[in-house]
Each structure stands twice: as structure tokens, then as C-alpha cells.
């Protein structure tokens, strides 16, 4: 296993990077609401095919289920465009209510009807969080503390809500040109983003998907599987993972994220129990290189191949 970490925490500061610095997630973040939906699911508190407006009775929208808010088939709007327009003072946080209220009030116009195209949506998983709260009765970030991060141990993962609070080290978001990148009013919408965390807990997290710590592995292994609509990248999306193949012909589960200075990544490959997770506090491009790791790590057959017969060659020619 290999780990580093490499420059600043913040560049004015030069404050240095280590394993232990906690990053924002950005839509890292996804996967952590799936499971909170997954653990209530077995704990018999909801059913994937519910109606939304069964746990959020104000929710303007009719037909859409909480498996399609998990795997992007609502076809609800971009919070995060309509809030442009609707919220007057951006000055004031936005919080999961809040957007709720725009929606009920306002009634953006939705993209497709329900469950007939994929779209990524960002309100879809910033509901599922107000859907967690309603379900369990305690507030979202709770739940995650108390179910998922207390038990595994991530000591060092937490919410937007707890960044003030926190005295060990935390990255600062910074533009290409290296300033500082400052909170705003939609910082403080969970769900879809808004976690807080570092690689080594990331691996916790990671490693623990192998056992049945949160829940079993028929629950887990139905969040990998997928929908079978695929996107643009001719890739499918299960619940809070992005489902695709590498050169190697192996099923991969991964996401990435991009907000507010913040660039990460997560990819696991189930079969040989890898795992590549990348968090960066500079969005420098770092992550194009991720399809040449990708390709080093689960080489292509013919790819294999080659090298294997340019070693022999090699060989043969007295250069090994």
C-alpha cells in the first residue's frame, strides 16, 4: 500500500499536507448519503420504491421514488442553478429546508419525467439527506456521526456544519491561481457534498465495504449493481457509486468531485480488493492523470502482452 501527500494545506500559510489533513469532499460525499438510505432501508424505516412526498409531505413533485433520487432518474432541476435565482441573499446560508421551501414554493420545471433518462443531480441527493432526518428523527449530520463514521473509527471525518469547531488539519480550497477559495451560501446544503475527510479514513471506509459493519452484503452488492441506463460515458450508477470497467475487464465502482477549490476521487476495484483515492485542494487538472494510473494499475490483456514480449526482447538482446 502506498500513501504520500504533497504540498500545502494553505499556500499562504505553507502550512504542510499530510494523510491526516481533512479535505472537502464534494460529491465524494454521495456515497456516504446512499448509505445512510441503505442502513434505514434494512432497518425497516423506508423502502427504496417510496414516494418522496411520504417523507416529505411538502415536495411539490408526484412519482418520484427515493431509489430514483439515488440513482439520478428524478429528473429534478440543479439546486444549485435555480438557488442562483431564487435566493435573494446570498449572504444567508442555504440550508436542505431552505432549497426544499424553493422548490415547493417556486416549482422549478423538471428536465424529464420520472425514471426515463439518467441525469446527475445534485438536488436528488441534498433530498435524500432531508429524507434521512425524516426516517430516523435525528438531524443528518448525526446520523452519519453516530451510524457510520463512530463505528468505523473515521475520527477525522465530518461535516460542513462541524468546520469551525475543528482544530486539527484542514485543507483550505484554492483556485488555479493558487488564492484562497472562500465559503459560500451553499456550503451548508448536505448530501449531495458538504463532508469533510482524509485518505486514511477513506480506506477505513473502503475496507470496511468488504465486511457487513454497516450492512449486509446483499444490500451492498445491490447498490453496485446499477440500472442498466447508462450515461454519456457509457457507464452506469448504482447508489452513490459511478459503475464502470478498466482496460483490465474488471466491474470498477468509483466518483469524483469538484467544488470550491476542492478536486477528489475514490475508485475501488472489488476483485483485488484495490483502491485509488486521490484529494486535492488545488484544481490544477491533477485528476487527467488518474486514466494513465488507471491503465498501469488494470492494464488492458494486449497490453500485458506487449510488455511481456518486450521484456523478452529485451532480454534476448542482453539489455535485462
Known amino acids: 500500500m502506498y500513501k ?36 434505514l432501508k434494512e432497518q425497516d424505516k423506508l423502502d427504496y420504491d417510496d414516494s418522496v412526498q411520504q417523507y416529505v409531505p411538502n415536495f411539490p413533485y408526484k412519482g418520484i421514488t427515493i431509489r430514483q433520487l439515488l440513482t439520478h432518474r428524478s429528473g429534478l432541476p440543479n439546486y444549485t442553478y435555480f438557488s442562483d435565482e431564487l435566493w435573494s441573499d446570498r449572504k444567508i ?19 424529464y419525467k420520472p425514471n426515463t433518462h439518467f441525469d446527475y443531480s445534485n438536488t436528488g441527493y441534498a433530498l435524500l439527506a432531508t429524507v434521512v432526518e425524516e426516517a430516523s428523527g435525528v438531524p443528518f449530520a448525526t446520523f452519519l456521526q453516530e ?56 480506506y477505513k471506509w ?52 469538484l467544488w470550491h477549490g ?13 483502491a485509488i483515492i486521490v484529494l486535492s485542494n488545488l484544481p490544477n487538472g491533477s485528476l487527467t492523470y488518474l486514466k494513465d494510473l488507471r491503465q498501469f494499475l488494470y492494464p488492458a490483456k494486449s497490453d500485458n502482452i506487449a510488455r511481456h514480449e518486450d521484456r523478452k526482447s529485451e532480454a534476448a538482446s542482453g539489455r535485462l
Open 262 to 274: 476542492y478536486t477528489t476521487y475514490l475508485l475501488r476495484n472489488q476483485k483485488d480488493h484495490s
Open 206 to 257: 473502503d475496507q470496511a465495504l468488504y465486511t457487513q459493519k454497516l450492512v449486509k452484503r446483499e444490500t451492498l452488492e445491490e447498490a453496485f449493481a446499477g440500472t442498466g441506463m447508462k450515461d454519456k460515458k457509457n457507464e452506469d450508477y448504482g447508489y452513490g457509486w459511478r459503475i464502470g470497467q478498466v482496460g483490465s475487464g474488471d466491474t470498477i465502482v468509483y466518483h469524483g468531485g
Open 93 to 111: 446560508a442555504l440550508t436542505n429546508q431552505d432549497v426544499l421551501n424553493l422548490m415547493s414554493v417556486h416549482q422549478p420545471k423538471v428536465f
Open 147 to 202: 451510524q457510520i463514521f463512530e463505528p468505523l473509527q473515521m475520527e477525522n471525518t465530518f461535516t460542513f456544519h462541524e468546520l469551525a469547531a475543528r482544530t486539527g488539519r484542514v485543507a483550505t480550497g484554492h483556485n488555479r491561481n493558487r488564492q484562497m477559495r472562500t465559503s459560500d451560501y451553499l456550503d451548508t446544503v448536505l448530501g449531495d457534498k458538504g463532508l469533510y475527510s482524509t485518505v486514511e479514513d477513506l
Open 4 to 39: 504520500g501527500a504533497f504540498g500545502y494545506a494553505d499556500f499562504y500559510r505553507k502550512d504542510t499536507l499530510t494523510t491526516q489533513t481533512a479535505f472537502q469532499l464534494a460529491s465524494v460525499s454521495k456515497q456516504f448519503t446512499a448509505m445512510a438510505i441503505m442502513m
